[in-house]
């Protein structure tokens, strides 16, 4: 037997809460339809390429008193994407669901991500296995992978798999690409007869996957909670030993929400945001510049300390680092055969061959960064031949330019302080957590309410779950057209649809609190200090949803 922890042993026990329109049953449920839907923009296009699926109505769940019988379905399930905590509870909800509707049916895990269903790896759950996963963090149950499901060949083998195992819908857990492809699948599944239903459910850490619909993704509550207790530390170890800058930078491949979040639940120094230094058009020595003006000003009143949040996307929102990177990817895309720059021996040779086919703007920015941040540069581009923004360390090149920029103003008297800096990315320490109440009771009620969408036959839907803010008995289950978040998008220069991804709002609520209280946060250690996520004891402490969730639902529940 394998020996488990305290925590892990109370977890397993944890019953996650339903929603009361979900709560008798899922042979007891009604299904209201609303009016039928567009895409958020693009109509046209998003119609023509969604013949089948396209304009459905958003729908949602009651329970009612009565009760069916479901008919035998096997269903298979994947993991797709990043991390976030949950994930195995989408999957016990979906397979507590599916027996629930009839013993017979039948729950399968792809292995290892989308690549499990075009392979045909996969196993199928049973209850033993099901519950010593219950309330935990990762994907380890069946792994997860980036695997782009999108060809003609991979929907083919998708097919035969499913065939084989007689499955007659494919739940795909993951973020707006994952999402957008599954919408890809389902339409292609109707266009071709093939009787398989395909549903979504809103993933990501970085809780870019929202809009008017879907309020949050899961994982954002528990990733945030655990890296805000994480800075909290840092404060206090700061405050007590008043030496050193933290330079923290925190995970989110694009948007800032996660940085945000964090943020506003520890109120550091210094925060910056994505979105803002892009809005703005803030440049690298502008940026440098603002944060050294904080640092001169606290020495100045002798706190030679401090916190600075840096969201990981940062680097290619700054706009001559983005007209850089973008220019670099292109380059990177070309060289991936290139006998010159792949049997290059040393890192300074791939520099020269590189900065020889920048554009010569773009080449003047790269070599004026640091080599290691221009080694950095040139790592393995993501499936989607993005910069993989986790693997540059943006917070070491802030410490090092600051540095260089306190040295001058040192040398000009215009600084008397003492700067030595520490840097911190947080991000994997995140993803896998144990998921807190929400994330658990979200997550069940996602999987739960995936299988309803299956069973009243719906495909090319998202299972949503909303009024999040409320207790878990008032939320709100049913089911988002997939086709309604699309758009048209430019990616590998084509355009595409895809399902538009949510960046932070510098006219929201959210940005709004950072915005009113940074400059008393800069000066003012008004650090919190949120600690460990809380799983038992008071509601207000235990069941608590994050500031995101809170200010952006209090805005839109006034407007109602
Ligand atoms: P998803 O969008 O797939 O949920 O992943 C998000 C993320 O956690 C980002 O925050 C981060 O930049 C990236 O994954 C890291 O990816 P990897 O796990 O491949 O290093």
Request: contains cysteine; glycine residues 8%.
């Amino acid at each position: 037997m394998r020996k488990l922890s305290p925590l892990q042993i109370e977890r397993l026990k944890y019953q996650p809460k339903l929603p009361s329109s979900l709560a008798k049953g899922i042979n007891s449920l009604e299904l209201t339809e609303g009016a039928a839907t567009e895409s958020v923009r693009d109509q046209e296009q998003i119609k023509a390429l969604f013949k089948n699926t396209y304009g459905k109505p958003v729908v949602t769940f009651n329970s009612t008193d009565s009760s069916k019988v479901s008919e035998v379905r096997n269903v298979g399930v994947i993991l797709s994407g990043g991390q976030a905590p949950g994930g195995h509870n989408v999957i016990a909800g979906l397979y507590d669901a599916l027996k629930q509707a009839n013993s017979a049916n039948k729950l399968y895990g792809f292995l290892g991500g989308p690549s499990g269903i075009i392979d045909g790896k996969y196993i199928e759950f049973t209850d033993e296995f099901i519950d010593a996963y219950r309330n935990t963090g990762g994907f380890d149950i069946i792994g997860s992978g980036r695997t782009k499901l999108e060809t003609e060949e991979q929907f083919q083998k998708s097919l035969a798999v499913c065939k084989k195992l007689n499955i007659s819908a494919v739940v795909i857990i993951g973020g707006d690409d994952s999402n957008t492809n599954a919408a890809l699948l389902a339409e292609w599944f109707v266009k071709n007869d093939a009787g398989i239903q395909v549903i979504g459910c809103p993933k990501t850490i970085d809780g870019d996957l929202k809009n008017e619909q879907i309020e949050i993704s899961f994982g954002f509550d528990t990733a945030t909670k655990t890296y805000a207790e994480l800075i909290g530390n840092i404060q206090r170890d700061a405050n007590s030993a008043k030496k050193y800058w933290h330079f923290i930078k925190i995970m989110g491949r694009s948007a800032s929400h996660v940085a945000l979040e964090a943020a506003l639940q520890t109120q550091p120094n210094i925060t910056l945001i994505s979105e803002e230094v892009e809005e703005k058009k803030m440049s690298l020595e502008s940026i440098i510049n603002y944060m050294s003006d904080i640092i001169v000003k606290r020495a100045d009143m002798g706190k030679n300390f401090g916190i600075a949040i840096i969201p990981e996307g940062l680097i290619e929102f700054i706009p001559e680092m983005k007209s850089m990177i973008a220019n670099l990817n292109d380059i990177m895309a070309s060289l991936e055969n290139d006998p010159d720059f792949v049997n290059a021996t040393t890192i300074r040779e791939k520099f020269d061959i590189v900065e020889n086919r920048l554009d010569p703007e773009n080449a003047k920015v790269y070599n004026s960064l640091p080599v290691l941040i221009k080694g950095q540069l040139l790592a393995d581009r993501d499936p989607h031949g993005n910069v993989q923004v986790s693997k540059i360390e943006t917070e070491k090149l802030l410490i090092e330019m600051i540095t260089t920029r306190l040295d001058e103003l040192k040398s000009q008297g215009e600084y008397i302080g003492k700067f030595s800096a520490q840097s911190h990315f947080f991000g994997y320490e995140g993803r896998c957590a144990f998921p807190s109440n929400f994330d658990a009771d979200y997550c069940y009620s996602l999987g739960y309410n995936a299988f309803a969408l299956i069973n009243f036959g719906l495909t090319g839907y998202l299972s949503s779950v909303r009024n999040l803010t409320k207790p878990a008995s008032e939320w709100i289950a049913g089911g988002i057209p997939l086709t309604m978040m699309m758009n048209m998008e430019k990616r590998h220069g084509e355009f595409k649809p895809v399902i538009q991804k949510a960046l932070v709002k510098l006219d929201g609520p959210v940005f709004k609190a950072l915005e009113e209280h940074r400059e008393d946060w800069a000066m003012n250690d008004r650090y919190l200090f949120p600690g460990a996520v809380q799983y038992f004891g008071p509601s207000e402490v235990c069941d608590i949803t994050t500031c995101t969730l809170q200010l952006e639902r209090a805005k839109e529940l006034a407007s109602v």
